[in-house]
């Protein structure tokens, strides 16, 4: 890392301390250190290959680190507080992640369902999150193969807010979407997490997606943290050449 | 989730199937077994017919299959007694020993607590015989003569093939140079010969055949088969739990000349009567009794038989879906433990059936529960394949959402995995009850009954229309079985997942 922000301004809901993951013999992330603030959206960016999406499995444990810690809420995640833990993160994927097999209605309430919460108190939860999502109620008892693109995505953060998490970890959640929709759903997503008020840690290709949601942007390369900072922050002092190469190829989508 | 139902009423049937072996009585009833032969099959029907006048509950297993077989049964105390003949006695069941005379076998046979009769009254001695015309345009009459035909094509009955007393002893005393040498069912030999597909087949001295198709015996010249003749061979214990039974049968002692029974095979094969009816003539006219003879109605047979093949396929696949539905998901989470599931299912599917079947008599006995057990084992391979594979096709993604949601790993099988996988794990049962309603009408070689019983008996007596009455059946419970399973899947497969857009 070359170079050191200064202290986060809120507490911290992740902390990676010494974080390293290989897969066989190459290094998927080397001895990463990074805390996550509480309440903000970090955005993890960086070219394929890069860790962000290796990094953002770590923090919800669908892998677990080769060695350093990763904490949540000040306790050291494992695969035996795992299972708990998770259902206070809300996780969506690039194509949603939505079960087959499940109506929508039954993808958004299946926690909620297993966690035995009564008929009415799931009926309430469901609406209100249709309506923050602005899903219309007849998408509710289709199933996937039956919804939209970006249907499909809505379903999938209702699924991830159903519990109120403290954390929404996104994957590249507007990547399989189409340009028109996925700007209108910019749009919708920020709206939401503003309105939320949650931490959230979102994985992006794309500068000026990261740009518009990030309130920190965490660049990666081969592994390493490059860079931390507003977009801003990286668009005046690129901290060394390989910033300056990837906002420039970048530059022509930034509006 | 809809996987549940399914186990449930697999459970339910397998205990009913076992509820129903267990409650046989053990002794209450004297059980006649017989060989997969006619003629053994005619003196099964007398015996249990004598036995059935001394008013005692008989049963005969009838056409339970070869010498090992019944010798197993016995043994075990599947049946109580059946018909022999002295040189299979000698050769065949006390075969390592050198045994001369009569008391000799006796005492040998004693110690294994089971006794022989007095011979019945004919010889039944294993013979070659070829067709007339054949023969005579080869100049053969003896079975040295042979020796100078090299190229004859031979047919002979599996039994034959394998007994120390039949073609590797026969070949090596006359040093009979023949390589074509096919072994084929006894029944089939017949036709082959006549077709001209093969020159010379054994015979039994009482066929039925032997005049009907004008074969000539060839002469044994240097007496090589021993004699034959017909006998009892019971358990020790019958004469002292059944004594009245046991000396209303030994009234067949001597009675029975080689014309007789040669008259009574060729009623049974050539003029299609039932074993039971010829039997119950023989008794009648040797002995003046009538014998009772309710002979069941082909709509009783075929009712029977659709019970004893259901009971066959329901018990054995319910059972396989049960134990390997759980090895399939091992299999699938365990890659070194999976390895040694799929090579072992895998190995089993590899053993012939008819192996697997004789294999399971000295462990099990005859009857249903064997059958049951090698058709459990035989449908065990698809089922655990199909879930391995179900399981291990399920996108990464879907896992991964499944584990990031925070469902324990159970729950996580249970409401996503198991669900997504249940069209390929349906498709593998529907495999595995396919395979199985065909492989079940092997059973009834073990005594299991089902739709292989009309099957047997139609190829013992060369009728095809009893052939048909086993195997339609089959197929079309086959067919009907697969019609189910496709509509099943339609009901239970989830929606999401046959609906394409």
């Known amino acids: 890392m070359s170079r050191r922000e200064g202290p986060p301004a809120g507490a911290a809901v992740f902390e990676l301390a010494g974080v390293t993951r290989r897969y066989g013999t190459s290094v998927a992330l080397a001895r990463i250190d990074l805390s996550i603030e509480k309440a903000r959206t970090t955005v993890l960016i960086g070219p394929s290959g890069s860790g962000k999406s290796t990094l953002l499995r770590l923090l919800v444990r669908l892998i677990a680190p080769d060695t350093g810690t990763v904490r949540f809420e000040d306790q050291p995640l494992t695969d035996d507080n795992a ?35 009564d008929t009415s108190r799931i009926a309430a939860r469901v609406h209100e999150l249709a309506a923050i999502t602005h899903l219309p109620a007849d998408a509710l008892r289709r199933f996937p193969v039956e919804l939209s693109g970006g249907q499909r995505q809505r379903v999938s953060l209702m699924r991830a807010l159903m519990l109120d998490p403290d954390v929404l970890l996104l994957d590249e959640p507007l990547g399989a979407l189409d340009p028109m929709i996925r700007f209108d759903l910019q ?40 860079q931390r900072g507003s977009l801003t922050n990286l668009l005046r002092a690129p901290a060394d050449a390989f910033v300056e190469q990837f906002i420039r190829a970048q530059r022509s989508s930034i509006v | 989730m809809s996987a549940m139902p399914v186990c449930n009423n697999a459970a339910l049937t397998v205990l009913l199937a076992c509820a129903v072996f267990a409650s046989m009585p053990a002794r209450a009833e004297i059980r ?104 005579e345009q080869l100049n053969i009459r003896k079975l040295s003569d042979l020796v100078s035909h090299p190229k004859l094509r031979l047919g002979f009955s599996s039994e034959f093939m394998d007994r120390a007393d039949g073609w590797p002893g026969l070949a090596r005393y006359y040093g009979l140079p023949h390589t074509d040498v096919r072994g084929l069912d006894h029944d089939l ?6 077709a001209g597909e093969i020159d010379a087949t054994d015979l039994y001295a009482t066929d039925a055949e032997i005049r009907y198709y004008d074969l000539v015996v060839l002469e044994d010249d240097r007496h090589y088969f021993p ?21 209303a049968l030994m009234r067949l002692e001597g009675h029975v000349s080689q014309g007789e029974m040669t008259a009574m095979n060729a009623r049974v094969k050539l003029d299609g009567v039932p074993a039971a009816r010829v039997a119950a003539d023989f008794l009648k006219r040797e002995f003046g009794f009538e014998a009772r003879l309710e002979l069941p109605s082909a709509t ?131 495999t595995s009850a396919v395979i199985n309603i065909g492989t079940a009408t092997l059973g009834a070689l073990i005594g299991a009954g089902g739709y292989g019983q009309p099957i047997l008996t139609g190829i013992r007596l060369d009728d095809t229309g009893l052939i048909l009455q086993g195997a339609v059946p089959a197929a079309m419970l086959a067919l009907l079985v697969q019609g189910v399973f496709e509509l099943g899947e339609r009901w239970l497969a989830p929606k999401g997942l046959s609906a394409r857009r």
């Open chain 1, 83 to 117: 299972a708990v833990l998770r259902q206070r993160m809300g996780f969506v994927v690039q194509e949603g992640g939505l079960f087959p097999h499940l109506s929508a209605h039954d993808n958004v309430a299946l926690m909620a369902r297993y966690l035995r919460w």
């Open chain 1, 187 to 226: 749009n919708e997503l920020r709206d939401i997490f503003r309105g939320l008020n949650k931490t959230v840690v979102m994985v992006t290709h794309d500068l000026s997606e990261a740009g518009f949601f990030a309130d920190t942007i965490v660049l990666m390369r081969e592994g390493r943290i490059v």
């Open chain 2, 32 to 135: 006649v077994g017989s060989k997969q032969f006619t003629e053994s099959v005619i003196l099964g029907e007398g015996a249990t017919r004598l036995i059935g006048h001394a008013s005692v509950r008989v049963t005969h297993r009838a056409e339970l299959g070869g010498t090992r077989t019944l010798w197993g049964a016995l043994l075990a105390g599947d049946i109580d007694i059946y018909p022999e003949y002295t040189g299979t006695i000698v050769q065949e069941i006390l075969g390592h020993r050198a045994l001369t005379d009569t008391r000799a076998i006796r005492a040998a046979l004693a110690e294994y607590d089971v006794r022989m009769s007095a011979p019945l009254g004919f010889n039944n001695t294993y013979a070659v015989g070829m067709r007339r015309v054949r023969a």
């Open chain 2, 189 to 194: 030999a017949y036709r082959g010969l006549e």
């Open chain 2, 227 to 247: 004699a034959y003749d017909a006998v009892w061979l019971y358990r020790a214990t019958l004469a002292t739990e059944a004594p009245r039974s046991l000396s």
């Open chain 2, 300 to 430: 009783d047979d075929f009712f029977r038989y659709t019970r004893e093949h259901l009971l066959l396929v329901l018990s054995s696949l319910s059972a396989a879906v049960i134990v390997a539905i759980p090895l399939g998901i091992v299999a699938a989470r365990k890659p070194r433990a999976g390895q040694v599931i799929l090579s072992i299912t895998g190995i089993i599917q590899t053993i012939p059936a008819l192996a697997l079947l004789v294999f399971m008599i000295p462990l099990l006995g005859i009857g249903g529960a064997p059958a049951i057990v090698a058709l459990f084992l035989y449908s065990l391979l698809p089922i655990v394949r199909n879930t391995y594979t179900g399981l291990r096709g399920i996108p990464p993604q879907l896992t991964e959402s499944a584990v990031a949601l925070g469902l324990p790993a159970l729950s996580r099988l249970r409401l996503v995995e198991l669900p997504l996988a249940l069209p390929t794990i349906l498709a593998g049962i529907k």
